[in-house]
């Protein structure tokens, strides 16, 4: 069973970038799509960005699309989104996702594995 651990949240001032990680813990992530999403306060958890199993398509919201960028390293197990010109809606508890299937995370956003998240915070 994939266990995620994400990292590389923070604090970082508007316009800044920051780059999350997340690896498998426990086994490798081989056929999992990947994903983000985040719960900023006070709304409900959303869709971020997803990448295929092959790393050759990677799906973006309308909110990050121009300014995240989600990447993976199958030999390494570890999913990125690397963020930048971040605003202060970005504010917000990340969320590493895994499935199967692509459209778990890309559509009905109920992928079957979560890691625990990771705080990012943008301050003016």
């Known amino acids: 069973q994939v266990q995620l651990v994400e990292s590389g949240g923070g604090l970082v001032q508007a316009g800044g970038s920051l780059r999350l990680s997340c690896a498998a813990d426990?086994?490798?992530?081989?056929?999992?799509?990947l994903g983000w999403f985040r719960r900023a306060p006070g709304k409900e958890r959303e869709y971020v960005a997803a990448i295929s199993w092959s790393g050759d398509s990677a799906y973006y919201a309308d909110s990050v699309k121009g300014r995240f960028t989600i990447s993976r390293d199958n030999g390494k197990n570890t999913v990125y989104l690397q963020m930048n010109s971040l605003k202060l809606e970005d504010t917000a508890v990340y969320y590493c996702?895994?499935?199967?299937?692509?459209?778990?995370?890309?559509?009905?956003?109920?992928?079957?594995?979560w890691g625990q998240g990771t705080q990012v915070t943008v301050s003016s």
């Open positions: 426990g086994r490798t992530f081989s056929g999992y799509a």
């Open positions: 996702a895994a499935d199967l299937t692509l459209m778990r995370i890309t559509i009905t956003s109920n992928p079957s594995r």
